[in-house]
């Protein structure tokens, strides 16, 4: 049973309006912001990862650290309600508690150490007794120079060569620490590297220019950077020809404010500034003797690139010992710098002309210029010449005129070391010659249009290397004039050449026109050039050797001496040699001699006392043109067929030979000889029998030549001769004659002659023919002889007793009774009566056997008894 009393009732209404008014009165009382009246296990808060944007940079590197960076915590967006702040620990994690849920809005305010403040704002939710998480990063700060370090002249304060010192190709060894700490930094680098330099001097942040060492530090999209750190740049190798002023480069990367929001820092390249290598030289200057050659000028040059804009050339100067050097300690280098340099007037092709006024060797001497032109002021501590080659050339003067001048390189490459030369010694070039005629090497040419002179040319003391022409001319020596060569105008003839050593010889030809110049004598002169317009010319003292004489015109032909053709026969002949002669000198006593000489053997013909067939004439002439006669006897029956050749030659008194000829196919000089043979024989029958009671008889004489001239004419003239009588057969009062002209297509042939006669009105029974051999109307050759049974034919009607010799000695008769019959017919009909008259036989034999022994008689008393 459920039961209430009012007292209780009313008591609890009490209580409740109690505890409402508290509650009023509590509630009132509290700040009007709800989160104020969240309880504790309502707030929430925000936490934050905080990384690097290139931990491949960073991580490890002290310079760099995730720690102290700064964040600001935003309820609105414009950043002006702060509402807390977030800082990072060394692992970059910061912690915000006790944020009431809502939105809020994150900054970077201050970046850790070697990282660039972000700029991002990020917006992050807390929700109810949550945290919530958010990420943030930042770049860290480096380097990114393309260009690192830079190579500068010291003299100039360009990055340019001077002289043979070039920039470029150095090698330099740069080190990376990641701290500041000295302590550190002796511990040793974190990385190195070894670059190299390129042509300009420069040292590039590339890989192409990376010759080893560690891998390079990548940033963004892989580009090359240096990371925060401290920097060493040791030169390893220097330029060529240049020396450090300072051996060790340093340089800082750093970071100057956390509130910097660019992570690329600047950067200079360093300039590695670099002294050119210094020296000097010295010489002295001397002649072949070895006296010192004072006031002799030189070109001093060094070629620092390409064209004669890029060298730089001074004058120098012997003083009065003959000594020189660049040395300040002789004159200090800014005392008159290059003085002498103004004595050159002109250069022309490399051939200095000089102001010698101006030269003096009191005056010092400096060279800089570089690459670009720019030169240094003169450094009185430092060598006058830059690290390079250099070329010391002798200039022209009065005082080295007439000799070598000099031309030598050397090189500069110790710093502060002085260079010495030996003796630099003065010689005299010399040069000579030898002509000769370039067709027999003698010294005789002969007056034509087209002489050639071989001259053979003797140098001594040239200069090896230098370039030199020789220049060959003539001239008469009786006048003096220059010798014309075949285009009218002074003959000249010039070589050049370099020479390859200081003593050699040299072949050179010149054509001449001595056409007019018979019997004179002619000068060669030779002369030398360098290319520095030195000019040598012969001592005089190979004047013989120099010296041609030109024959005198001689023209020498052989005739016969009994008609003055070109043909000799028999044993009484004669050649009779005629020398004509243009430009010998009257007055002056001259011999000319000559010999005979057969072209077939190439032999000398000699006399019947075994003696060389020679004939000479002494003859002193009045004018200069002439002519002398010679004449030589000649047996020429053992020599039918040959060619005789005519050799001379022309002297003077002393014995020097003017003219000679002695050619076997000289045509002028040669006289020929013919051969001649025939047989006669019966036209009728072809043999040597003709028909007695005949009324017409032929007779041919084939005539065999031997020597004639292919296509000249000739003329064979033949008569029938009576070997009883020994004249001529004669028929209606007139001799029996014939005559055959002809050309001969080869030196030896046979043309046949052809007799006709009445044998019925002769009286002669043994015939023989002869023949003659004309050209041009004059005899050449003849067979006439009446013993020659070749050229005998007989009739039929001659006792065979009686009959002609025959060549092996016996008679007709022996011939017959040997089996061997001298005619047909004739012979027969002998036969014949013999065999019918056998009674007669024994007087016939005893007849025939008388006969015979007369026969032999007569042959063995015979001078020739086969003719």
Known sequence: MKTRSRTHDSNWWAATALIATIACVVLFSLPAFPMARSLANDEGGIELEYTSDLPGLSSGNSLYSLADAHFGVYTDYQCTQKAGELITDESGHARLPNLHPGRYFVREELASPGFALSTHLQQVDVAVGASACIKASAAPGFAAPELLVREINAETGNAADVAGARLGNARYVISHFDSFDDDKILAGPTRSWTFTSDENGEVRLSR????????????????????????TVTLEHAPAGFSPVNTVLSFD????????????????????????????????????????????????SYANGEGPDLTESHVVVTNEHGDFTSSAERSPHALDTNRSDAAILANIDGVYKLDETKLTSACGTW?????????????????????????????????NAGTNLISTQFSINRDDFTVKLDNIVNTRPGVSGSATDATDADKLIRPMENAIVSESIDYRNLVIGKSYRVNCSAFVQSTGESVPGPDGTPAFASQEFVAQRQNGKLDIQVTLDTSKLAGENIIVRVELVSDDGMNITSDGADSAE??????????????????LDNYVMGANAAIMECISYDGLKPGQSYTASCTLNDKATGNALRDAQGKVIFAYTEFTPD??????????????????????????KLTDGEGRLI?????????????KTVKLSSSATDKSDGDKVFDAHAEAVAIIDTVNYANLVPGEQYRFKGVLMDKETGCALTADGAPVSAEVPFVPQEVSGSVDVEYGFDARAQSSQVLVAFETLEHDGNVVAEHADLEDVAQTVTSGEVDPDAAIPTADGKSAGTATLAGSPLTGDFLARVALAVLALVACACISCAYALHRRRKTLEAIAHSDDPFR
């Not at 120099?546 to 008609?563: K, R, S, Y």
């Open 208 to 231: 192409e220019h990376l010759v080893e060492g560690s891998p390079l530090y990548e940033g963004p999209h892989g580009l090359l950077v240096l990371p925060l750190g401290h920097y």
């Open 367 to 399: 060279f800089s210029m570089d690459a670009t032109g720019m030169t240094s002021p003169a450094d009185d501590t430092r060598g006058a010449l830059p690290y390079g080659s250099y070329l010391l050339q002798e200039l022209p003067c009065a005082a």
């Open 623 to 648: 004018a200069s043109e002439g002519h002398v006669d010679m004449e030589l006897p000649v047996d020429t029956t053992g020599i039918a067929g040959h060619d005789i050749v005519v050799f001379d």
């Open 546 to 563: 120099q010296t041609l004489g030109v024959e005198p015109i001689v023209i020498a032909t052989a005739q016969d001496a009994a008609d």
């Open 659 to 671: 003219a000679s000829h002695q050619d076997f196919e000289d045509e002028r000089q040669t006289i």
């Open 253 to 300: 990367v750093m970071t100057q404010d956390r509130t910097e929001v660019e992570p690329l820092l600047n950067f200079e390249p360093l300039e590695e500034t670099l002294a050119v290598v210094r020296g000097d030289i010295m010489f002295r200057k001397v002649d072949e003797g070895g006296m010192t050659l004072a006031g002799i000028p030189f070109l001093l």
